[in-house]
């Protein structure tokens, strides 16, 4: 089952730097009782991971809630307790990318704070596309940072697709209204729009997001059809300001968490799950071009919870 | 979003009042909404039990200082605290040794090392008058090359080429040959961004730490990073002997724990700050500013600059001397208060920058409080020279007279004379050197952190 191997390449990669929600959860019980600290231990562990003070008590009360209904006396159903509630928070968010065929072309829009990983997830994400029998087209639209046109050239010819860039200094907007025009003409499937990254207290530069949005609607009113914010998976409660600013902003479809290979385990993934309905389209699990999963709620949190 | 530290405190702890120190069980209670207030601010858990112990230790049996409630007093132990640990002895750059000096870079992907090797070159060219050679030594990352040759051509540093294929202990060597011919005064080493995890990575950088021995080895860090930021800066530390740590991002609207986390689990100074994109973007490490951040108070020196530089201190002095002199304070007085007042600038600004602002803002959103200046100075101009100096003179006519003048109902006339009465008490009080016992009187019922500490 081609489900089987995405739980054990997260669980792989998830756990590299250490397990840590349930690494010795065995011990918290001792002869059927549940000893008083766990869940004490257990929400350090999830405050640990960035889950955040909100959603690590909404999960702390599911369990307590379980525990008094005597719903657990083992170290297996705390476990499936704990599954239970993580999948009940992660599931309505875990929405994979669709690309219906009758949008041509389908424009997925990218964009995040600097430094997430934006041009990287672009690349993987065209690869990705690429495999699954859509032509992509990327568009340059980070005209600001040093080589940043660069980079995600050298990423279109890696995995092989067009690219239209401008330089630095270009207009981004224009950029990316070029690349939809041009995709129009060959009749490319999908464009991918690259733009360079922003935080988002920065208003002049939020308003030019706004404004490459603007533009594109001239194609077609719908544009962009996805708009993609990627978060670092390092990030702490500042992705769930992001997350907002951002949706403020341009209106965002989904979410795409980065980094998750490193230490870090992303449990901000669990914030804003409690916060927006944002759905998660993608994971990245390392620097490779192939290293970029769909989200799949169930796979995170038994890569979480382990046997 | 959050709730401010301020107001958690003063919840929990001004309640009890009327006692000279802090106890044991005020210490303990507001202990618990200091760690949830730090775990939101994205401070690394171990850290902050840690830095709460400490707190701890130095609230029980604090004096409460007449002027403050005890939640006050307690922030202010939490401040001073935190300001001590961020700042300990900020060391600046080290850069003696026999030039070259070197600064390897190092840290995660996109933490931001590239542009602060500009940054900072650009930094020790102006301010140190140094000249500087930078290199990367990132082989992997796509254009990452090229980004630093297009950054160190923007700042006017000499940028060593090196490309993809080659080693990056080979291209440092050469490097430090090169800037040892060019008799250059610092190298900096831009090094790739890798996860701790990568052990090949990590020896990989261990390596470069080794062929070039730098005086300065600078761990560069997101300042969003949430509680991954004391794992990272461990394995950064046990990998290489840091000297100082950059923390980059800072104009965003983070908390900034991971300040506090590195500060505490590398034991190494903060030297500096990225604060925006463009490369003189970068200043000198303030621990109060970032402190105050972390607790997240509002930019109260900044608030008091602005007021200073806004209010016309003539007019202010002469009021003074008016009070001093026990004449009487009316209502010309009190429309020049207002329309001072309306100088400031927004009601918004000020609350923006004020602790607990965005709260406030959010609660007044509903009364438009520069319509009410705008009302009470039109009421006041609708009246006699006479009526403004002796206020008493105005009836029931002449308030008829005043409404219709200024567009408004009696009511509201009413509601001004009332408004001026209890301003014109307040300044008795202050003429009369009651300052200090009227702001003590007041500490109770204005918002806490609204009062100037002393």
New interface residues.
């Given amino acids: 089952m081609a489900n089987d191997s995405a739980i054990g390449r997260f669980r792989a990669r998830l756990n590299k730097g250490d397990s840590w929600l349930t690494r010795d959860i065995g011990s918290f019980f001792k002869a059927d009782v549940l000893s008083p600290d766990a869940l004490e231990e257990l929400e350090t562990r999830l405050l640990l991971a960035d889950a955040g003070v909100e959603a690590t008590q909404w999960l702390v009360e599911r369990l307590q809630a379980d525990i008094n209904l005597g719903r657990i006396k083992n170290e297996k159903q705390l476990r499936a307790s704990l599954k239970k509630a993580l999948v009940e928070l992660l599931a309505p968010i875990a929405k994979p990318l669709q690309i219906p065929p009758f949008i041509k072309p389908y424009i997925l829009f990218v964009a995040g704070v600097n430094g997430v990983g934006k041009t990287t997830t672009i690349g993987k994400l065209a690869l990705r596309l690429k495999r699954e029998g859509k032509s992509v087209m990327l568009a340059a639209g980070d005209t600001f940072r040093a080589a940043a046109v660069q980079q995600l050239e050298t990423w279109a010819q890696r995995v092989d697709v067009p690219i239209l860039a401008q330089g630095e200094g270009a207009d981004s907007a224009s950029v990316i209204y070029d690349a939809v025009q041009s995709a129009k003409s060959r009749g490319v499937d999908v464009v991918i729009a690259d733009t360079a990254g922003r935080l988002h207290t920065q208003s002049h530069l939020m308003e030019e997001l706004r404004k490459i949005k603007r533009v594109l609607q001239k194609h077609d009113p719908y544009a962009p059809h996805e708009v993609l914010l990627v978060v670092d998976a390092t990030t702490g409660g500042n992705a769930l300001t992001q997350a907002i600013q951002f949706h403020e902003a341009i209106g965002l479809t989904g979410l795409a968490i980065t980094k998750l290979d490193g230490t870090a385990k992303g449990g901000i993934l669990l914030a804003i799950a409690r916060r927006m309905a944002l759905p998660v389209r993608f994971v990245g699990l390392g620097e490779a071009a192939e290293d970029l999963e769909p989200f799949d709620a169930e796979a995170y949190a038994e890569a979480l919870i382990g046997e | ?1 959050f709730e401010n530290l301020t107001t958690r405190l003063s919840r929990v702890l001004d309640s009890i009042r009327g006692q000279g120190r802090l106890t044991e069980d005020q210490v303990n209670a507001a202990a618990r909404e200091l760690r ?1 207030a730090l ?4 401070v ?2 171990p850290v902050v039990k840690e830095f709460i112990d400490k707190v701890k230790v130095r609230a029980l049996g604090a004096e409460i200082l007449q002027s403050l409630t005890p939640g006050q007093q307690f922030l202010k132990v939490v401040q001073q605290e935190l300001t001590e640990t961020l700042g300990g002895n900020a060391e600046p750059l080290n850069l003696r040794q026999q030039p070259p000096a070197i600064i390897l870079m190092a840290g ?5 090392k ?2 602060s090797t500009g940054k900072l070159a650009l930094w020790l060219k102006e301010r140190e008058k140094k000249n500087v050679v930078v290199v990367s030594a990132d082989v ?5 090359i ?6 160190a051509g ?1 700042v006017g540093v000499e940028w060593f080429p090196s490309e993809v294929g080659q080693q990056p202990v080979a291209i440092a060597q050469a490097a430090l040959a090169h800037a040892k011919k060019q008799y250059a005064d610092v190298l900096i080493v831009d090094t790739a961004g890798r ?3 990568d052990e090949a990575m990590m020896k990989e950088i261990a390596e470069l730490h080794a062929a070039l021995n730098p005086v300065e080895t600078l761990f560069v860090v ?1 300042s ?6 004391a ?2 800066a461990k ?1 950064f530390g046990d990998a290489l002997p840091l000297t100082g740590v950059i923390l980059t ?1 800072v ?5 900034g ?2 300040a506090l986390s590195v500060r505490q689990v590398t034991g190494r100074p903060i030297k500096f700050l990225g604060v925006g ?1 463009k490369s003189d973007r970068l200043e000198i490490f303030h621990p109060d500013r970032i402190a105050n951040r972390i607790i997240g108070q509002g930019d109260v020196l900044g608030l008091i600059e602005e007021t200073a530089r806004k209010v016309d201190h003539e007019k202010a002095q002469k009021l003074a001397e008016k009070l001093k002199k026990n004449k009487g304070f009316d209502l010309a007085d009190f429309r020049e208060q207002m329309l001072q007042m309306q100088n400031m600038g927004s009601m918004q600004s000020i609350l923006e920058k004020l602790p607990g602002g965005a709260q406030m803002q959010e609660q007044i959103k509903s009364v438009d409080a520069e319509k009410q200046i705008r009302r009470t100075v039109a009421i006041i101009n609708s009246m006699t020279p006479q009526e403004r100096r002796f206020p008493d003179l105005i009836k029931a006519s002449r308030k008829r007279r005043i409404a219709a003048g200024a567009g408004v109902e009696v009511q509201q006339v009413n509601q001004l004379l009332r408004q001026y009465e209890t301003t014109k008490d307040m300044m008795k009080k202050f003429a009369g050197g009651g300052m200090a016992k009227m702001m003590r009187s007041l500490a109770g019922r204005l918002p806490p952190g609204m009062m100037p500490r002393r």
Avoid: C, F, H, W
């Avoid at chain 2, 775990?39 to 994205?42: F, G, H, N, S, V």
């Avoid at chain 2, 969003?224 to 930021?229: H, I, L, N």
């Avoid at chain 2, 104009?251 to 908390?255: A, E, K, M, N, Q």
């Fill in positions: 979003m949830m775990l939101e601010a994205d690394a858990l995660l992907q996109g933490s931001g590239t542009t992997y990352r796509p254009a990452a090229e980004q630093l040759r297009i950054v923007n996860t701790t995890v997101d969003m990073t949430g509680q991954d930021a794992k990272t394995a991002k104009d965003g609207d983070s908390r724990g991971a994109e």
